[in-house]
């Protein structure tokens, strides 16, 4: 698979994989995963949101996982998977040295109330756990919960999620999100909540650098346990087991006022991860994360200069992972 890198090069390095971006709109072809249909036109609108074909999940229908963040055995057998690898893109300036530095596995599906997202991270050092809660010389008010202007959510271990459910509908490269249906950008954090607080799992909305409308909308998903999860740490094995599940129902609107429900045609949406670690302060030499490492990247610029999001594609389907062909 070809690696389209965006942050961290320079400007000629970033109109290269801008380029590489672009021929995949000509082309009007990507690889489609078996047993989901995805029209030609489906492809192209994907590709004009700033959308990689080549990254791509299936978010097949399954059985409904017993949600307290344990993944038993065969709980995501019927799941499309992911797992961290070298196309993943890192966005600090350290690579990820070592499997026992970072690793993870995922899985994704939905039983068609709610879409399931499914983590098992393995890390060597959980922050402000095996840790003290170091904070961050460029903001000492890193752990304010509750303020958009004074904390940062993503500062820990954390994994940050993102959907673009209109991308269909609307076709254009997105800055920002509204943070509710139409697409999200929200913050999942080993070690502080929105409704815990500090040393609670759980989600938040996302921070200061991000719009006041995603915010709102992001602590009412909270509150209304539009979106909600589940965590058990691991300790000697040095990893932690993460259960998400996002209501389809108020989560995911693929066109105004519409959202997607089981038993539509397959849907193509704008989809993003990033898996966050912190370890010791030496571990952040710009004070910020140990990794952030992006499945289809955290930023691109486009022709007028501004910074958009890519996206990945994930495929919302009624089928079932074990009725496609190869499934
Ligand atoms: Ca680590
Ligand atoms: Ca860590």
């Not at 068609?112 to 098992?120: C, R």
């Not at 509204?178 to 999200?184: C, E, F, K, P």
């Not at 599940?245 to 993003?272: C, S, Y």
Request: overall charge negative; charged content about 25%.
């Amino acid at each position: 698979m070809t690696t389209t890198r965006f942050d961290g090069m320079g400007g000629s390095g970033r109109r290269a994989a801008l380029a590489g971006l672009l021929l995949l709109t000509v082309r009007c072809e990507g690889p489609v995963p078996q047993g989901s249909s995805e029209s030609s036109e489906q492809v192209v609108a994907a590709e004009r949101a700033m959308a990689n074909n080549e990254r791509r999940l299936t978010c097949w229908k399954g059985s409904t996982p017993v949600f307290d963040g344990e993944i038993g055995p065969e709980e995501y057998s019927d799941a499309d998977a992911f797992e961290w690898n070298d196309d993943w893109i890192e966005a600090m300036q350290l690579e990820i040295e070592s499997r026992e530095d970072l690793d993870f596995n995922g899985w994704v599906k939905h039983d068609g109330e709610h879409l399931y997202l499914a983590f098992d991270v393995r890390d060597d050092v959980f922050y402000g756990i095996d840790t003290e809660r170091w904070v961050p010389s460029r903001n000492p008010d890193a752990h304010v919960v509750g303020e958009r202007q004074r904390g940062w959510p993503w500062f820990g271990d954390m994994i940050e999620i993102l959907t673009y459910s209109r991308m269909l509908d609307l076709q254009v490269p997105v800055s920002d999100v509204t943070g509710d249906g139409r697409g999200v950008q929200i913050i999942y954090n080993l070690t502080k909540s929105h409704e815990g607080g500090v040393g609670t799992p759980g989600m938040l909305p996302h921070g200061p650098n991000r719009t006041l409308e995603n915010w709102e909308n992001n602590q009412r998903w909270i509150l209304d346990d539009i979106i909600d999860t589940r965590t058990v740490i691991h300790p000697a094995q040095n990893r932690y087991t993460m259960e998400l599940r996002l209501r389809l129902d108020g989560g995911v609107e693929i066109a105004d006022g519409q959202h997607w429900k089981d038993g539509m045609e397959d849907t193509p949406i704008g989809f993003n991860l990033a898996i966050g670690d912190v370890d010791t302060p030496d571990k952040s030499p710009d004070g910020l994360l140990h990794h952030e490492t992006w499945w289809a990247g955290k930023t691109v610029e486009v022709d007028d200069g501004t910074r958009v999001k890519p996206w990945g594609v994930l495929v919302l389907t009624s089928k079932q992972h074990d009725a496609a062909d190869g499934g």
